[in-house]
């Protein structure tokens, strides 16, 4: 029988460092026999890529950047993660919604409770809940990159041109960190907190210590594969 699926998101504030870990994961899932699904938001599909873009470049109101990154986010639900999942792939997606209550919501001020409709619009999956009921898809599992807005600016410092979030002033990623802050609140199970000032091996020794506590990797696999 195949594996279960499993649904691991990604998160934090540009220039918190997850690039690196979720390669290195990657690498470690399959040294261990399991199919990955690597992919991220927004994107994932060749529409919510030309939906990435348009967000990440053009200037828009609140709403329709909104309803852009919902959009992004229902077709890659439907097309790549929901197939993904029933194959019995490890799902990893950097960023998935807590970035949008977290960027849109914190960052932006957009109203959350706006937001909460729309995660139970699109991430609905009709017929998947236990006796063929509909439920709300989330990850089973979320690693917050927690780490200082002062200290992330300075490692993106001139690293590349910026785009419309990383352009964003530290205060900004205050309260983006502080949506991140709230999500874990709500939903303590869901997350794990990876100290991200820690220099890169302590850091994924945390990631690893969270999957093995989960009982989704070995710790030989742990060991042995460090980015
Ligand atoms: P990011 O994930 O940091 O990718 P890269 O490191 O390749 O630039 O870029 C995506 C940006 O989009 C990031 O600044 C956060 C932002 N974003 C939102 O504002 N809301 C969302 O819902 C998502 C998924 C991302």
């Excluded at 909460?116 to 017929?127: A, F, I, S």
């Excluded at 002033?169 to 709500?186: H, I, K, M, T, W």
Aim: proline share 5%; glycine share 10%.
């Amino acid at each position: 029988m195949a594996p279960a699926g499993i649904f691991i998101s990604f998160e934090g504030i540009d220039g918190a460092g997850k690039s690196t870990h979720i390669e290195g994961l990657a690498q470690a899932f399959r040294a261990q026999g399991r199919a990955v699904t690597q992919t991220r938001e927004p994107g994932g599909t060749p529409l919510a890529e030309k939906l990435r873009a348009m967000v990440l470049a053009d200037a828009m109101d609140d709403l329709t950047e909104v309803l852009l990154l919902f959009a992004a986010r229902r077709d890659h639900l439907l097309q790549v993660i929901e197939p993904a999942l029933a194959r019995g792939d490890m799902v990893l997606c950097d960023r998935f919604t807590d970035a949008t209550f977290a960027y849109q919501g914190s960052g932006r001020g957009f109203d959350w409770q706006v937001l909460g409709q729309l995660e139970q619009w699109v991430q609905n999956t009709p017929g998947q809940g236990a006796g063929g009921t509909s439920f709300l898809r989330q990850p089973d599992l979320t690693l917050w990159f927690d780490l200082p807005p002062e200290l992330a600016a300075q490692r993106l410092a001139g690293a590349r041109l910026p785009d419309r979030f990383e352009a964003q002033p530290v205060e900004f990623f205050r309260r983006v960190a502080n949506g991140y802050a709230q999500r874990l609140a709500a939903a303590p199970g869901r997350f794990a907190s990876i100290d991200a000032t820690l220099e890169r091996h302590a850091v994924w020794q945390q990631i690893t210590q969270a999957l093995v506590r989960r009982g989704w990797l070995s710790i030989m696999v742990s060991n042995t594969k460090r980015p």
